[in-house]
């Protein structure tokens, strides 16, 4: 990592859920250093948009500020670290380098499995699964989902809005990777049926 200035600072924030604050912070230009979510950043009276570690803003000559608006768009509390300062900050940890004659080991972050505890779905009627979970639990990777039920009846799965966008047949099971929100819906009118949910969730096992 080079900083080709002193005249640099590093502010680190907790952020609630959704929460938005003003920062005194003076430069020419602010880097994402650290974020343990998504967030939005504005320098001035701008309007926050969405600013991915590793990014940043450098303004051109005579340009700078005197503060920044930060924005959390995680549902979870979030540790943001921003560099910000005069002059130039160069970030190398992503420098291509030159290949090498060894393997690289991919190391995947740890899950867990976590079952529905109820597996009654009442008659037209849906079971929502908001993708949001504590600490130390980061983010969904997929679902298992098993219609138990005989006789024909469906279960569907549903976007936010209603869409449908999967249908699984009595006595099959489907996995869907996603983190967002879904809904598993019952649109017999005989009664209910029973259904079978997991989520596999990413989990940080050092927290």
């Known amino acids: 990592m080079n900083i080709s200035t002193p005249r640099t600072s590093r502010i680190s924030r907790l952020l609630q859920p959704g929460e938005e604050v003003i920062l005194d912070a003076l430069g020419t230009f602010y880097y994402v250093a650290e974020a343990e979510g998504a967030i939005a950043v504005g320098m001035g009276d701008d309007t926050p948009t969405p600013a991915d570690v590793g990014t940043g803003y450098k303004g051109i000559e005579g340009e700078g500020f005197r503060a920044l608006r930060v924005q959390n768009l995680s549902t979870l509390t979030n540790k943001i ?21 060894f393997a690289l080991r991919t190391m995947h972050a740890p899950t867990r499995v976590k079952g529905w505890a109820t597996s009654s779905i009442p008659a037209t009627s849906g079971v929502i699964f908001d993708g949001v979970f504590a600490k130390p639990d980061i983010i969904r990777k997929a679902l298992t989902i098993s219609n138990e039920a005989s006789g024909g009846l469906k279960v569907q799965v549903r976007d936010p809005d209603g869409n449908v966008i999967l249908v699984i047949n009595d006595g099959d099971s ?3 990777e996603t983190s967002g929100e879904v809904e598993i819906y ?22």
Not at 84 to 100: A, E, H
């Open 174 to 176: 489907a996995y869907l």
């Open 186 to 207: 019952n649109p017999n009118g005989g009664g209910a049926i029973q259904v079978r949910v997991g989520e596999i969730i990413y989990t940080n096992t050092a927290v």
């Open 81 to 101: 670290v921003i560099v910000v300062g005069f002059g130039d900050y160069r970030d190398n940890r992503f420098t291509l380098v030159p290949s090498r004659d």
